[in-house]
């Protein structure tokens, strides 16, 4: 390799930059979305739900079982001091789902809530984007640690969080466009049961194409502006200046207080 092959200093700085900006990307989209564990308190209750009800057709037993892993995992996540959110997320979707379930008697009413909230969320993504403060900015905005910067003082940042909040909109609305057509033709007990699984299935393929779009985006987009070192610079700034302020002012004191002692030492 000639020396004009070889990188130059400021290329391998950049290039060590882009990197560590995609590992800072992929750790605060982990952080946020729950990551694996995440994953597996989202998609064990149903599956445990849809499991026993394809066994033996009982709705009550179904349901207290999905609830009680649920909360099984919530004491897991205590006892290990973790983060409990989207464990409590997850206890609140299947206990409105039991209750539905058993309001109507019919099995397939315990999706209904989670389905609910997926049509909400991807309305959501879709009218804040249109109104220029795209969801996932707002999600992911305190986990860069750049709060609301990104909105007026790094515009390709706004950009790529539109994209990302555009891509969520959507691909919810394409899983919602499955799964309600076969919600209503649901009516038997075998209907309801096939429901069940292909809900169970589309819990984490579309999620994880959402969350690889908004690694995308956010990769290319420019870095998030760290506030809150901001203000921590503006703070150590000001402390300076009243530093340097007070100091500044004991001089000028002792110059005034030492200039008649000597005058009287002339004289």
């Not at 589309?202 to 506030?227: E, G, N, Q």
Request: net charge neutral; aromatic share 10%.
């Amino acid at each position: 390799m000639t020396s004009l092959d070889k990188p130059t200093d400021r290329e391998a700085g950049v290039d060590a930059d882009a990197t560590t900006d995609r590992a800072v990307t992929e750790a605060a989209l982990f952080e946020a979305f729950g990551g694996l564990r995440g994953m597996v308190e989202t998609v064990v209750p149903g599956l445990l739900f849809v499991t026993i009800f394809t066994i033996n057709k009982d709705l009550h037993v179904s349901a207290i079982a999905a609830l009680a892993v649920s909360l099984v995992l919530v004491v897991v996540r205590l006892v290990r001091k973790g983060t409990v959110k989207h464990a409590f997320s997850g206890v609140f979707g299947v206990a409105f789902g039991v209750v539905f379930a058993m309001m109507t008697g019919n099995a397939k009413d315990f999706y209904l809530p989670g389905m609910l909230y997926t049509l909400g969320l991807a309305v959501a993504y879709i009218v804040t984007t249109l109104c220029g403060v795209p969801l996932i900015g707002l999600i992911l905005g305190p986990v860069f640690k750049e709060n609301l910067s990104w909105r007026t003082r790094n515009p390709g940042r706004k950009k790529a969080y539109a994209k990302a909040s555009w891509a969520w909109g959507l691909i919810l609305l394409a899983k919602c466009a499955i799964l309600f057509p076969m919600y209503f033709w649901a009516d038997t007990d075998s209907d309801n049961t096939q429901f069940g699984w292909v809900l169970i299935a589309l819990k984490i393929p579309p999620f994880l194409l959402a969350v690889w779009l908004t690694w995308v985006f956010l990769a290319k987009a420019p870095p998030p502006i760290d506030v809150f070192a901001e203000m921590e610079a503006e703070e150590a700034a000001a402390k300076e200046r009243e530093t340097a302020s007070e100091g500044a002012t004991a001089s000028e004191g002792t110059a005034a207080s030492g200039g008649p002692a000597r005058h009287r030492r002339d004289g």
